[in-house]
């Protein structure tokens, strides 16, 4: 009863005058609430209790609710995803690069020993020619009634003949291999510029973007803010100390000019994908009304900053996703208020157009 009158009492009073006086507002303080989809025979209690108290929230009302829910968490699926779907991308276009690279090492040894065997080839030609004009010279000057020695030398130049027509087509042939492996060789070193060259351009728009939100939220991060680079996205992390009370999904102050800075930066980078993740400790959270736990929570203050981010900035939706982690990604496990204060926080994740990174993997 004690935590009712703490917690719920007020909030619930605030409700019930602000949803008779804006229904859209109202929407959207029910958007964020997935534990009455979860746990649908509470909801209805819920529902008819605030349709008695306030006679406000119909059943059409709810049904809205629930599809916007549903609608979150389909975002927030696609937005992992996409995520899924960018690591295994990087992860393949560096084994095609690594692999790549292999062969063009093998290649260039296989181009020397190439070289060596015609340059072989061509002193073994030089001798074979070198021979025959000998023994073309000897034949001359053979006495002509020798007809013994002279069938004999004739034989020989006939053998002589096909070795060199044989080593003659040796040489062509391995020409031949050398400018195929020469062209083989072109090909592997220009596409694995070509990779190189988009993978560099991606570590550069990256840095870009990070120097630029670090620069827009510099003043914030000795509050417990942070910006730092990791799988090719911008992290930007805020402790929940900078952006909330201990239990509340309301954003202050600070956090809010802390969220302007951000969107003015965001609004310019249209190419960029945002997710916010909430994120808490792993002491239960223990609420009778809207949040009942550690899940709620971090899903609720997600929302939260992203409602901010759209008022503060001229950001497209479609370009934000919203997702709940609790407690079970923290940053540091153990088990002290230092490392409880670490794991709580909101993290927003930055992450480029991948379009050319899929299209060349497309391609090869």
């Known amino acids: 009863m004690e935590l009712l009158q703490q917690h719920d009492f007020i909030p619930l009073l605030l409700f019930i005058i602000f949803s008779k006086s804006n229904k859209y507002n109202i929407q959207s303080l029910y958007f964020c609430l997935p534990i009455y989809i979860t746990m649908k025979k509470t909801v209805l209690f819920l529902f008819c209790a605030c349709f008695l108290l306030t006679g406000c929230v119909t059943k059409q009302k709810y049904n809205e609710l629930q599809s916007q829910y549903k609608k979150c968490q389909e975002e927030l699926t696609y937005a992992n995803s996409e995520n899924l779907d960018y690591a295994n991308a990087k992860k393949q276009l560096t084994a095609q690069l690594e692999s790549l690279t292999a062969e063009a090492d093998q ?45 004999d030398l004739l034989k020989n130049i006939d053998k002589i003949k096909d070795e060199l027509n044989a080593k003659e087509k040796l040489l062509n042939a391995q020409q031949d291999s050398l400018v195929a492996a020469k062209a083989a060789l072109e090909a592997r070193e220009a596409r694995i510029q070509e990779m190189q060259t988009i993978l560099t351009q991606k570590d550069a728009e990256v840095k870009a973007l990070k120097d630029k939100v670090s620069a827009a939220l510099k003043g914030f991060e000795g509050s417990g803010l942070n910006v730092h680079e990791k799988d090719g ?42 997710l916010i993740e909430g994120h808490t400790d792993n002491v239960p959270y223990r609420g009778n009304g809207q949040v009942k736990d550690n899940w709620d929570l971090s899903v609720m203050r997600a929302t939260s900053v992203v409602r901010a981010l759209l008022k503060s900035g001229n950001i497209e939706p479609v370009r934000l996703s919203a997702s709940g982690r609790s407690e079970y990604l923290p940053i540091d496990t153990a088990d002290n208020a230092e490392a409880r204060a670490k794991n709580r926080r909101t993290e927003i994740i930055l992450t480029p157009n991948l379009d050319q990174l899929f299209q060349l993997i497309q391609n090869n």
């Open 233 to 274: 996205k911008v992290y930007v992390s805020m402790d929940d100390k900078l952006l909330f009370a201990s239990g509340s999904w309301t954003i202050n102050e600070q956090g809010l000019n802390a969220i302007r800075n951000l969107a003015s930066v965001l609004e310019n980078e249209k190419e960029i994908s945002v």
């Open 107 to 151: 290649l260039k040894k296989d181009t020397l020993s190439l070289a060596r065997k015609l340059r072989q080839s061509e002193r073994d030609l030089a001798k074979a020619t070198k021979d025959y004009d000998d023994l073309l010279k000897d034949f001359g000057e053979l006495n002509v009634s020798n007809q013994s020695k002279m069938d």
